[in-house]
């Protein structure tokens, strides 16, 4: 169990420290998947430590946002993009296109 | 455990890869071995339903959208490596290395006991009768949450087209006025490249004078310097 939750949260360090080096937001926002993935799996570790299923749904249920959260997200960047020319994170710190 | 002790190295080296990579493609990817290798040990922790769904939603639908809009907004972007606020590369390694020991000296040792796993407990029909049964509030609410993400989606990467989109009578007439004005050929511009030795696309085609005709070669080529004004002969004397 607590080699799953090592890697779970060494997972989830590297991304915390992806997120705060980048300047890509596209870069950014995968490492903000790879922490969810990370948090994805301790839920699973837990989930077979208390032999109970609530673990899987919590999983579940983080996929499916994280789906939502991607598609958004993506617009958001896409959009950023044309008007910008530019994915650096740098650079929209206005809060308007 | 072997499945864990040979996925984890690889996942880690991964993820490292995700951050270190210089181009988001490579990110990418390795981001990509990463869901994977968690598919895996997903499968391995008596999670058959939950290994599906990371194969089919996470490497197969979002990975395939983050590569999308990687192709959009242009492959070629490498981040840059100017710092706009000065020592936060070494101060957020500094704040994430402590947050990394905290967090796997805390919390990765508070497991204690024996795993109590899942014996004989279906997974899927248990997993169905968790979603439709104490949590079907929010199974249904994701579903008003996926259609919302859908809509902003649309309205957030849909633009309004600000000229009449030109009709095909209007291009066929534009052509003639073209030819009219400046002379330019009404017609199909000549392929390139069909030639006893070379029928590569960027070899350009030649006029009757013999002479090379750089418009038969598609743009793209040429403003990647693939194409040019090699012709056949020139290739020929190249290949000898």
Redesign the interface.
Known sequence: ??????????????????V?????A??V???I??ML?AT??AF???????????G??A???V??????????G??????I??TRR???V?DASLLKL | MNAFWILAPIMVLAALGLVLCRKAVHSALCLAVVMLGLAVLYAAQGAPFLFAVQVIVYTGAIMMLFLFVLMLVGVETADSLHETIRGQRAVSLVVTLLFGIVAIVGVAQAVTGAVSGFGNQPNVLGLAALLFGPYVLAFELTSALLITAALAAMVLAHRDRLSIRPTQAWLSQQRMRDFADTGKHPGNPPTPGVFARHNAVDTPALLPDGSPLEESISSTLIARGQGGSRTDAVRLEEDE
């Open positions: 169990m607590t080699d799953y939750l090592t890697l779970s949260l060494l997972l989830f360090t590297i991304g915390a420290a992806g705060l080096i980048r300047r890509n596209i870069v926002f995968m490492c998947e790879l993935n994805n799996l699973v570790t837990f989930s077979r430590q208390h032999g109970t299923l609530d899987q749904v999983a579940f249920f996929m499916v946002v994280a789906a939502a959260e991607v598609v958004v993506l617009a958001i960047i896409v959009s993009y044309r530019t994915t650096s740098d």
